[in-house]
């Protein structure tokens, strides 16, 4: 079978095509060989402005470096191609979420409540995990989360891709023909103003979970919205949306942007409370048992066709190297000119013109009013001094919040595994009772169909409470996530907050000469003596000049340190034998020399049987290339993330 190829991917299958272009499962090929399985998006869709997005790829790629999360799309790679752009990442089994809509809609096989609750979760996890990440000097948001641009793997995880792209894909909204289908998953204010923020994104979370729950859209025109809420019923069983989903919708779906929750994370708390307080019973498992009975017809395709695809020769796709034609130029000829030199009578002109104007200048020189005098500029010391002042808000706010998201993220996870536990003892309890039964011989098959199922309840029970068990380990971690971006809202505000410069206050009728403006630092209050906290790395002013080996910030270097040599993780036993499959997030310290000097565990999915420790040790005997500023190697950070999978 012969497939057609896109830039170095040959592409094995179409699996959707939407207002994007196409989605495809792909293979990416190299002169040694297939290299791999992936998703490849061709954006060629009508809701794609070409130049406009390519625009967006050297920043959106950098981005990618830092942004690692377990919902995330992993090792993106932008291709500019003379075809179409396009955007590939690695492959796991997964459908896009507008083919579940299609898919649900189609079979009448709605998405359960529950379900549609952790799907959620997990996209505002990915979100969440944008926020903790500064780029250009704020925090990363999506901008552009549209179902197409989500995948629901058929192991029951969610992946977000486009991160860095949404200012540059709202100009769907600008095609008269493609704009109906964007819309309902927009902002008002971001439909009005092409304005992509955080709480932009929690309206497109709302959108996408009353999409999931109802089986239809929130209408294209924002002012058609009101009271689509109080009339939500869940798809295909004409009962109402259960009253603590509706005030959920109703905080992210809310017209003013400051009615909304404040950023993913805080949607994310309160969703927790409905996920495992009790009413709901999510689990990994359930969604994957949902996402093989709605597509279990295309993944034993897909399992068929990925048999002969792994061992495709890619001979036929590679394509020769282009022969470079040496360049010719032809001489120009001269044209002779005639009549006086042009640049005679330009000079002259020129000349009349400067005169002019310095007879002018003399002349106004008597008239002007004495210049008033400007601000002056603070000294290195009163920067240092703001800079430390600023330093010691933030890390007292850190502080402090971290404490009360720790109280509050171990109250909840406690109550919830108190809850399963009681749970799964009665339903043990009914099991034992119905076994009794069968060993009396009084058992129908309706009855051992049941006690099956309870089985099969149970399992998923201890399934999420072994998770609930490990989120509690990993509870610092966590409470540290939230309370950073508390922190640095709230020193973003106080830096941004009015002020009055009595030095600046001017007279109605004072003329100013045209200047560089001058900065000043903000001034803060006097503040208490923070909680000790270990100090960040010390990070230069990106106008400093950089000399090899000094410490850059990762957002001021040319290039950022890539890995040369990796080293397997040392994995245990106990953590090959787990049947477990994730990925550990470490922060590196790379010396102008290319080694790890500090690393710093960020994330990890499992916390035991030693497997963030492994990771941690490998990642420290990792070399590096090192970074590059103003042509010299300099010392920066740099997020690794460490793959395993002990499932094979």
């Known amino acids: 079978m012969q497939y057609r190829t896109f830039d170095s991917y040959v592409l094995f299958k179409k699996v959707h095509q939407d207002e994007l272009g196409h989605l495809y499962r792909a293979g990416e090929i190299t002169p040694e060989g297939l290299a791999g399985m992936r998703w490849l998006r061709v954006l060629d869709g009508e809701g794609v402005v070409p130049t406009d997005l390519v625009e967006a790829f050297p920043d959106a790629g950098k981005l990618a470096g830092f942004l690692k999360s377990a919902n995330t799309a992993t090792n993106p ?21 507008n083919l579940i809509y299609e898919k649900v809609h189609t079979e009448g096989f709605p998405v359960p409540v529950d379900n549609a609750l952790l799907i959620m979760e997990k996209i505002a996890m990915a979100l969440s995990a944008g926020l903790t990440i500064e780029f250009g000097g704020k925090p990363v948001v999506h901008g ?97 949306v259960p009253d603590d989903i509706k005030a959920l919708l109703g905080r992210t779906l809310a017209t003013k942007p400051e009615d909304r929750f404040s950023s993913a994370a805080d949607f994310k708390k309160e969703l927790d409370k409905l ?55 032809s001489p120009v000829a001269k044209v002779p000119s005639s009549g006086p030199p042009k640049g005679l009578w330009l000079g002259i002109g020129a000349a009349a013109v400067v005169a002019a104007v310095a007879i002018t200048a003399v002349v106004m020189m008597g008239r002007q009013p004495p210049q008033p005098e400007l601000p002056p500029t603070p000294s290195p010391e009163q920067i240092e001094e703001q800079r430390q002042a600023n330093e010691a808000t933030y890390q007292r706010i850190l502080q402090e919040e971290m404490e009360k998201q720790k109280a509050e993220m171990e109250d909840r996870l406690l109550s919830e595994i108190k809850n399963r536990q009681d749970r799964i003892e009665q339903l043990q309890q009914r099991v034992i009772s119905m076994e009794q039964q069968a060993k009396s011989g009084q058992e129908s098959s309706d009855e051992r169909r049941e006690r099956e199922a309870i089985q099969k309840q149970i399992k998923a029970e201890e399934e999420a409470q072994r998770q609930r068990e490990t989120e509690l380990e990993a509870l610092p971690q966590l409470a540290e996530e939230q309370a950073r971006i508390v922190a640095a809202d709230t020193v973003a505000q106080l830096e941004t907050a009015p002020r009055v410069d009595e030095s600046s206050t001017q007279s109605a009728d004072a003329v100013l000469t045209p200047q560089a403006a001058v900065a000043t630092p903000t001034p803060v209050p006097p503040l208490p003596t923070p909680t000790t906290v270990p100090k960040p790395t010390q990070v230069p002013a990106p106008s400093e000049q950089a000399t090899a080996g000094r410490f850059v910030d990762p957002q001021n270097v040319d290039a950022l340190p890539t890995v040369d040599k990796r080293v397997v993780p040392p994995w245990s036993r106990s953590a090959i034998r787990s049947e477990r499959n994730g990925v550990v997030i470490v922060n590196v310290l790379v010396t102008a020399q290319g080694q790890a000097e500090q690393v710093e565990l960020i994330r990890a999915d499992h916390l035991r049987f030693g497997i963030p420790e492994a990771a941690v040790a490998a990642v420290r005997e990792y070399t590096f290339i090192p970074a590059t500023k103003a042509g010299v190697n300099v010392k920066t950070q740099v997020t690794v993330a460490v793959v395993y999978d002990f499932t094979r």
């Not at 191609?81 to 896009?96: H, K, R, S, T």
């Open 77 to 97: 790679r932008f291709i500019d191609n003379d075809e179409a752009p396009g955007i590939a990442w690695d492959y796991v089994a997964a459908q896009p979420l």
């Open 144 to 240: 552009f989360l549209l179902p197409s641009l989500i995948q629901v793997s058929n192991d029951g995880e969610a992946v977000v891709s486009g991160f860095g792209l949404g200012g540059k894909l709202l100009a769907a909204l600008d095609i008269p023909s493609v704009a109906p289908s964007v819309k309902p998953y927009l902002a008002p204010e971001v439909i009005i103003t092409r304005q992509t923020g955080r709480r932009g994104d929690i309206y497109s979370l709302g959108a996408i979970l009353y999409h999931l729950l109802t089986g239809k859209p929130l209408p294209a025109e924002p002012d058609q919205r009101d009271g689509c809420i109080d009339s939500a019923e869940l798809a295909f069983e004409d009962e109402p």
């Open 275 to 329: 996920l495992y307080g009790g009413a709901y019973s999510p689990t990994t498992f359930n969604l994957a048992l949902f996402m093989d009975r709605l597509f279990r017809a295309e993944i034993e395709t897909e399992e068929r066709e990925r048999e002969s695809e792994t061992d495709l020769d890619v001979a036929p796709y590679l394509q020769p190297e282009p022969e470079i034609e040496p360049e010719t130029t």
